[in-house]
């Protein structure tokens, strides 16, 4: 099985990401991934990457694009039928047709974008709310997830802290970002005929359930 999945900041991929592909036993590859394994195992890609953002510019699309083919020529992608999920990748519609031509040369196809939808406010709550234990990294919510006293962790004690990225005013710009970008995606792989959107402001559980009843119709 072959799969993207999209959703904004704070969507709760992860979590989605993680159960898809214990299910269906495909691997997960989040860019964020991709690049930390290229750039500390000093593979020819990951220093061409360095370059960039040592000179503070941003990772050209075809360098990435580059990063996630090779990926996707590994061991247990083949071992999955060519299967994996995509978390992260594809960001623009031009990645987005390099992922066509990649799948192409195997003979294969997307199966499914998997869309998770959650409206731009309960996003800013979501993200924004979060508090991360610097020597555990347990992560706590300030109104779903409240540790038993305020502003400490619950295991060991230490002050919780935000990260730069979940302040509002970052919150709000990556969220912009996403949708000013990917959201073109979404019309990409509504005209092919890939995208399911699914309603991601239900519990975690029953967005999965979704999830898998699509999934359960292939295979
Ligand atoms: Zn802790």
């Known amino acids: 099985m ?8 704070g969507a709760g991929k992860g979590t989605q990401a993680k159960r898809i592909c214990e299910t269906y036993g495909i691997p997960h590859i989040s860019t964020g991934d991709l690049f930390r394994e290229n750039m500390s195992k000093d593979t020819p890609l990951g220093k061409k990457a360095k370059e960039y953002m040592a000179q503070g510019l941003l990772v050209p699309d075809d360098l990435v694009v580059d990063m996630v083919e090779d990926r996707l020529t590994h061991e ?4 999955a039928g060519y299967g994996y999920l995509l978390d992260g990748f594809p960001r623009t519609v031009h990645q987005a047709e390099a992922l066509c031509r990649i799948n192409a040369k195997r003979d294969c196809e997307l199966d499914f974008a998997i869309n998770l939808d959650v409206p731009f406010d309960i996003l800013i709550e979501r993200v924004s709310g979060r508090r991360i234990c610097p020597t555990c990294h347990a992560t706590y ?18 002050p919780l802290y935000q990260r730069e990225d979940d302040k509002v005013e970052t919150v709000k710009k990556r969220i912009e970002v996403y949708q000013d970008q990917t959201e073109p995606l979404i019309e990409f792989y509504e005209d092919k005929q890939k ?25």
């Not at 072959?2 to 900041?9: A, D, N, T, W």
């Not at 247990?76 to 071992?79: K, Y």
């Open 2 to 9: 072959r799969i993207v999945l999209l959703g904004p900041p």
């Open 195 to 219: 995208i399911i959107n699914i309603n991601g402001l239900q519990h975690m559980k029953d967005v999965f359930d979704n999830i898998e009843k699509i999934l359960s119709g292939v295979n």
């Open 76 to 79: 247990d992608v083949l071992a």
């Open 141 to 158: 919510h300030v109104k779903y997830s409240k540790p038993k006293v305020e502003g400490v962790c619950d295991l060991d004690g230490t």
